[in-house]
């Protein structure tokens, strides 16, 4: 039965560290493709992933084909050992510093994709590491299994896979936004098209939201000169059906762990930081389209435009490390901690600091902070869904306003009790900051009732079947 269902991405579900002593430890990972997968019943599925460092790439040579079960909780998984250049190229050089950059409108020095005298060899090289996924897959799959692709770093995946097996049902999967067609075509027109014709390889291919299916769409009817229609996009006689399924927050996994004993340590020594005081939490990667430089300068135009708040309210901003390979996200993380300290310097007095900036991922930290939250701060510039925003009202035990971005994936779900914001609009950013402190309780607790459904309205395991069903159809 493993053979029937496959998933493929980037990252898989556990990774290992190297001890100096050459032991190996497994770390298991969580997420909506994790429990999706679960839906399946135990020892379900295939799991195909990249070894993204030393660790892994060690796990896998001494593992063979698939991982130890002990580790992985009994989830089958190949971890596939690509050559560490190739892998580098791959997925920083392009899946990282160039499409992402694309699909995330980030055009502007210097948050901007890389297109240098290495482009053509860094493309190479994303093409080798398609390749060597469509080969373990088309190894892996039984006959007729249904194949689930994720993401932008995959892109090939789908036609490279059909041309190995045409046997099996191929699904795309994208969790970011897609870029519309004039912006798209920042790319090389060879590289655009090799993307879209990729993805068409699939039977389907599938968003997050409406708005990004119909963006593919119309990149595929401008660059390729597909036609589009109900049915999906179709490209010389060939008909790939477009679909939606919009991921939703774990309702009940976070209801259950958000009240365990190490998050009521952590809620513990937060609120002895921030005492009875309002309460404005972000939790983002420190990833450059999550915008949390304006964020902050939202914050601080909040507490110069309107006095009152200040030492009456604390931002607790988590900003966790992502992608430190690239010099870029370094940067940005030091801005992140320049303009954080800038505000602490200016407005910060005797008992009160305005920002509690944690730099160091903790999952029950985060948790902790999501049932203080009195407003959720999720601003970035564009967003596939962003699940932050789902899941601080889940958790929050006094209902929470939510300041959201208009180009989040969830503002199309979450629009009507959210506070939505331009997210380059610093001055409106700070007004909604305003506005959601402002909300009486029952107001908030009410707004925060119906953000909480709309959130859990598609959970990840209904997300991942949902899926795999509309594939068999
Ligand atoms: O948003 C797209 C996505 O692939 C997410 O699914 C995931 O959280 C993130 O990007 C992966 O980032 P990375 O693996 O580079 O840390």
């Known amino acids: 039965m493993t053979g029937q269902v496959l998933v493929a991405s980037n990252r898989g579900p556990v990774s290992y560290t190297l001890g100096d002593d050459g032991s190996l430890t497994a770390k298991r990972g969580g997420g909506g493709l994790v429990s999706g997968l679960s839906a399946l019943g135990p020892g379900a599925g295939t799991w195909v992933c990249a070894a993204l460092g030393d660790g892994d790439r060690e796990a896998a040579r001494r593992a063979g084909p698939r991982l130890d079960l002990a580790d992985t909780g009994g989830q089958a998984v190949r971890m596939l050992d690509i050559p560490p250049l190739t892998f580098d190229a791959a997925y920083n050089g392009i899946a990282n510093s160039v499409l992402w950059f694309v699909h995330h409108l980030l055009y502007q020095t210097p948050f901007e994709p890389v297109f240098d005298a290495d482009f053509e060899a860094r493309w190479a090289d994303y093409r080798a590491y398609n390749a060597a ?10 006959p007729g299994a249904a194949v689930l692709v994720q993401d932008y770093h995959l892109s090939l995946v789908p036609w490279l896979l059909r041309e190995r097996r045409p046997d099996v049902r191929v699904g795309h999967f ?3 936004p897609w870029a519309p067609p004039e912006l798209f075509r920042v790319l090389p027109d060879v590289v655009a098209c090799e993307v879209l014709l990729g993805i068409l390889g699939a039977d389907r291919a599938a968003f997050l939201t409406r708005r990004w299916a119909d963006a593919f769409a119309a990149c595929c009817a401008d660059l390729l000169g597909a036609e589009v229609t109900d049915e999906g996009v179709t490209f010389e006689g060939r008909t790939t059906r477009l679909g939606v399924h919009g991921l939703g927050a774990d309702g009940d996994f976070l209801r259950e762990r958000a009240f365990r004993p190490d998050v009521d340590e952590r809620l513990a020594a937060l609120r002895e930081q921030v005492g009875d005081r309002r309460t404005i939490v972000r939790v983002d990667r420190t ?3 999550k915008n949390i430089v304006r964020g902050l300068l939202a914050y601080r135009r909040l507490l ?3 006095p009152w708040w200040r030492g009456r309210v604390t931002h607790v901003a988590f900003a966790y490390p992502s992608r430190q390979d690239l010099a870029v996200y370094r940067d940005y993380t030091a801005e992140v901690s320049r303009v954080a300290d800038e505000i602490n310097a200016a407005f910060g007095a005797e008992g ?8 160091k991922d903790d999952f029950a930290r985060s948790l902790a902070a999501y049932r203080m939250a009195d407003v959720a701060l999720v601003n970035p510039i564009r967003d596939g869904m962003n699940l932050v925003a789902k899941e601080v009202p889940v958790v929050s035990e006094r209902g929470c306003a939510l300041v959201l971005s208009r180009e989040a994936g969830a503002a199309a779900e979450l629009g009507d ?3 939505m914001v331009n997210p380059y609009d610093i001055a409106g950013t700070a007004e909604a900051l305003h506005m959601a402190l402002s909300l009486s309780d029952q107001e908030r607790e009410e707004r925060g009732k119906r953000l909480a459904a709309a959130a ?3 959970p990840p395991r209904a997300w991942f079947l949902d899926q795999l ?3 068999r159809a």
Do not use: G, N
């Open 133 to 142: 996924f469509a080969e373990a897959l088309a190894d892996e799959a039984a």
């Open 174 to 176: 994208s969790h970011t």
């Open 287 to 289: 990833e450059l389209s």
């Open 304 to 306: 110069t435009d309107r």
């Open 352 to 359: 009160w600091t305005p920002v509690v900036l944690h730099v």
């Open 417 to 419: 009790d959210a506070l």
């Open 456 to 458: 859990t309205a598609l």
């Open 469 to 471: 069903e509309a594939l």
